[in-house]
T-cell receptor
Framework: NAGVTQTPKFQVLKTGQSMTLQCAQD?????MYWYRQDPGMGLRLIYY???????DKGEVPNGYNVSRLNKREFSLRLESAAPSQTSVYFC??????????FGPGTRLTVT | DQQVKQNSPSLSVQEGRISILNCDYT??????FLWYKKYPAEGPTFLIS?????DKNEDGRFTVFLNKSAKHLSLHIVPSQPGDSAVYFC??????????????FGKGTLLTVNP
């Protein structure tokens, strides 16, 4: 099992460009999550998907969209990147009870 | 308004001693708490958890204590090892969230264990 995989690992964008961060899990989990981590800010929830076909906003959804393509995949899209979206992005899926299993992260820089 | 607070950005301890990481919360509706450990350039990994109906949970060198009246939990690591050096996040689940199982995270505490 690969667990939770994220692509790309690193990305540099110019302001206004768009991109999609990919996340996939092979553990047959229902719930998936996207977080961003900024220095001194901890992990903040952007969007989540409680099950295939459903998505909901988290704490900081502005500037992002998501797609739960199927049970395995949950992608995060930046339509028009801004410097404030420079961050490390983590995807996670729920293991059992309340425990979440995290991917390795995507480090995004917007110039 | 931050509902899960880790007021110490960093903590430094000697190898072999006890590390105590603290977490405070403001919402009495939190019913489950978790600790995650994060190394640089890696994703957070689950460490230990505790339900609000308990006051202590132990797993090897790691023990989490919950004081509901004070809305405070702590993670004890005994004995501390250099490999424990990482950022530790406290997280909490809000009762009544249905099937979303969302977690609220603190800002993290950087633990450095010196040999």
């Amino acid at each position: 099992n690969a667990g939770v995989t994220q692509t790309p690992k690193f990305q540099v964008l110019k302001t206004g460009q768009s991109m999609t961060l990919q996340c996939a899990q092979d553990m047959n989990h229902n719930s998936m999550y996207w977080y961003r981590q900024d220095p001194g800010m901890g992990l903040r929830l952007i969007y989540y998907s409680a099950s295939e076909g459903t998505t909901d906003k988290g704490e900081v959804p502005n500037g992002y969209n998501v797609s739960r393509l199927n049970k395995r995949e949950f992608s995060l899209r930046l339509e028009s990147a801004a410097p404030s979206q420079t961050s490390v992005y983590f995807c996670a899926s729920r293991v059992e009870h309340y425990e979440q299993y995290f991917g390795p992260g995507t480090r995004l820089t917007v110039t | 308004d931050q509902q899960v607070k880790q007021n110490s950005p960093s903590l430094s301890v000697q190898e072999g001693r006890i590390s105590i990481l603290n977490c405070d919360y403001t919402n009495s509706m939190f019913d489950y708490f978790l600790w995650y450990k994060k190394y640089p350039a890696e994703g957070p990994t689950f460490l230990i958890s505790i339900s609000s109906i308990k006051d202590k949970n132990e797993d090897g060198r790691f023990t989490v204590f919950l004081n509901k009246s004070a809305k405070h939990l702590s993670l004890h690591i005994v004995p501390s090892q250099p490999g424990d050096s990482a950022v530790y996040f406290c997280a909490a689940h809000l009762r009544g969230g249905g099937s979303n199982y969302k977690l609220t995270f603190g800002k993290g505490t950087l633990l450095t264990v010196n040999p």
